[in-house]
């Protein structure tokens, strides 16, 4: 079974500019470290059914993470399917709390496979995944 991880940020911008920038899938690799570079698999570049091939580095480790979104609801959520090495589903979900302020929650649900260490690898990744989309979500909300 999967472990989820959920981090969260308030960002000081309306919920409209922060979906902005965030549907902007190919600038994501500007506020996501992990996140080294991001190419296309489908003509589409957002919405549902866009997929994409993330190639991502987490320390020395280093994988193509195929992404397909699975949930598009402007400006409070879209959803994925990680179909690469590592398997799993995520979601950003972003709410108005007034005064021009978004609160983005980050979720993610991973599985390592057996060959990784399968759910030892899920609970020692669990902190470092967790302090690492802290840290993007601290650089997105440097972004506004």
Not at 11 to 33: F, K, N, Q, T
Not at 85 to 108: P, Y
């Amino acid at each position: 079974m999967a472990r989820s991880i959920t981090v969260f940020v308030t960002i000081g911008a309306p919920i409209d500019a922060v979906w902005a920038d965030l549907a902007d899938l190919a600038s994501h690799v500007e506020w996501m470290a992990d996140a080294e570079s991001i190419t296309f698999v489908t003509p589409q570049t957002s919405g549902v059914g866009t997929t994409m091939e993330v190639e991502t580095r987490v320390g020395p480790l280093r994988l193509n993470d195929i992404m397909e979104f699975t949930g598009w609801d402007p400006p409070h959520r879209m959803a994925i399917r990680h179909q690469g090495l590592v398997t799993g589903v995520g979601e950003f979900v972003l709410t108005d709390i007034g005064g021009d302020t978004t609160r983005f929650m980050w979720t993610e649900a991973l599985t390592f496979p057996w060959y990784l260490g399968g759910p030892i690898t899920e609970f020692f990744a669990a902190p470092v995944l967790s302090a690492i989309w802290k840290r993007n979500l601290a650089r997105l909300a440097a972004r506004f």
